[in-house]
């Protein structure tokens, strides 16, 4: 005799729908901050396209930081806000990205900028909101320095940000700019230290370099000059940032709770219903 089975799934979820909040830290140099030129945006760096991610997946979304401008803006002519042509909201322009800046050098503080002294990055923590998130790419300028002293100035920085908020997820990357390797190689090294030290710490690695095309005169490529990065490099980066983001909540294996019955039945047939519910966990307020 010939079963035929007809299966019907149903899934159940218990899920917020209210607006999810997130304080975004974007950390690091000239790729973080971007460039005016002529009053006008010549890098627009990933902070916008990653923004514009989260602000689309329904994030109400706080970037935070204690630079407000792109390198060279006017600070007395300040430009308009970009909009996202999905939501209609305004783009939140903080963060803490400096051009030129070296990794000792954002951790130290005493360098000046646009114009402006700025402190050390723990006492510029103490002055902004306490990140949910960190997104951190810092070191491309590392490249003729002790990469010992690079490494312990990376190590420093994550670490001020757990003291800051020990619930804040932090997404530390590998470099696109592979003369400085030493900087990518110490990465997952760094990570397990940590989680070692801190088993609690929310930590983890985004991969920048695989797949990166730095020559501008190559098919594909990713930069205007080697190092910082066109709109495809921006969007790519983004892309791998808001890849990791969503994978955080994927360490809870859901629960199946199956009610099988058959509800038709011939000689030859029979049609079998699943009703399979799914419990889940609300999605977290942060």
């Not at 218990?14 to 890098?43: H, W, Y």
């Not at 030129?100 to 951790?107: K, R």
């Not at 709109?231 to 983004?238: F, H, V």
């Amino acid at each position: 005799m010939r079963i035929l089975f007809l299966v019907a799934f149903v899934l159940t979820f218990s899920m917020s729908c209210q607006p999810r909040i997130a304080k975004v830290l974007c950390f690091g140099d000239s790729i973080t901050q971007g460039k005016v030129v002529n009053d006008t945006i010549k890098e627009l760096s990933y902070r916008y396209w990653l923004w514009e991610k989260l602000d689309s997946a329904g994030y109400k979304v706080d970037m935070v930081g204690s630079n407000p401008i792109w390198f060279n803006e006017n600070k007395t002519r300040r430009l308009k806000p970009l909009i996202s042509p999905y939501t209609g909201h305004a783009f939140d322009g903080d963060h803490e990205g400096y051009y030129g800046i070296q990794t000792g050098e954002t951790l130290k503080g005493g360098f000046m900028h646009d114009g402006v002294k700025y402190e050390s990055f723990k006492e510029r923590l103490k002055r902004i909101d306490a990140p949910d998130y960190a997104f951190v790419h810092i070191g491309t300028n590392d490249g003729k320095n002790d990469s010992v002293s690079t490494v312990n100035s990376l190590k420093q920085i994550v670490e001020e940000l757990f003291k800051q908020n020990r619930k804040m997820h932090i997404f530390l990357s590998k470099l696109n700019t592979p003369w400085v390797c030493f900087v990518s190689n110490s990465i997952e090294p760094l990570i397990a230290e940590f989680k070692t030290q801190y088993p609690k710490i929310r930590l983890t690695m985004v991969d920048m370099a695989s797949g990166w095309i730095n020559c501008p005169t190559d098919l594909g490529t990713m930069t205007f000059d080697w190092v910082h990065s066109n709109e495809l490099g921006q969007k790519t980066m983004a892309a791998n940032w808001f890849q990791a983001f969503k994978s955080i909540g994927d360490r809870q294996k859901p629960t199946f709770i199956a009610d099988i019955k058959v509800t038709e039945q011939t000689d030859t047939t029979a049609t079998i219903t699943c009703l399979l519910h799914q419990t889940m966990n609300k999605l977290p307020r942060i």
